[in-house]
């Protein structure tokens, strides 16, 4: 029974608004080459910057400046914004779904009486 409830949860949840609005956004990101160049070259950017770390070697102000001006760039991109904006709405909702299923097991916790189905 509660596999058949989560399938369903599943199920309701990809039909939300900000499911849907969150695909929308990331396809509208995955389809924007410009963007999809931008956020590689953050990513190995951070990645040298990661590297040079763990080798014990501190980065290059150049090189620091330049990863800040990549991500600023990134993070200036309007699909970019509107995938971020719909990632914390989505993640608004799952809290509330989640607190909703949080107060169900406290009252099926405190119920004395017990169900095998």
Same mark, same amino acid.
């Given at each position: ?32 080459? #410009?963007?999809? =160049?931008?956020?590689? $070259?953050?990513?190995?950017? *951070?990645? &040298?910057?990661?590297? @040079?770390?763990?080798?014990? !070697? #501190?980065?290059? =102000?150049?090189?620091? $400046?330049?990863?800040?001006? *990549?991500? &600023?760039?990134?993070? @200036?991109?309007?699909?970019? !914004? ?36």
């Amino acid at each position: 029974m509660i596999d058949d409830k989560a399938q369903e949860l599943g199920r309701l949840l990809g039909q939300s608004d900000e499911y849907r609005v969150l695909l929308r956004a990331t396809d509208r990101m995955k389809e924007d080459l #410009e963007l999809q =160049k931008q956020l590689a $070259e953050v990513e190995q950017l *951070a990645q &040298q910057l990661e590297r @040079a770390a763990q080798a014990g !070697q #501190e980065p290059g =102000k150049e090189q620091i $400046e330049q990863y800040d001006r *990549a991500l &600023q760039t990134v993070q @200036a991109n309007p699909v970019y !914004q509107q995938v971020v904006a719909a990632q914390a709405n989505f993640e608004k909702f799952m809290a509330k779904v989640n607190g909703r299923i949080y107060d169900g097991l406290k009252k099926g916790a405190a119920s004395p009486i017990i169900t095998l189905s």
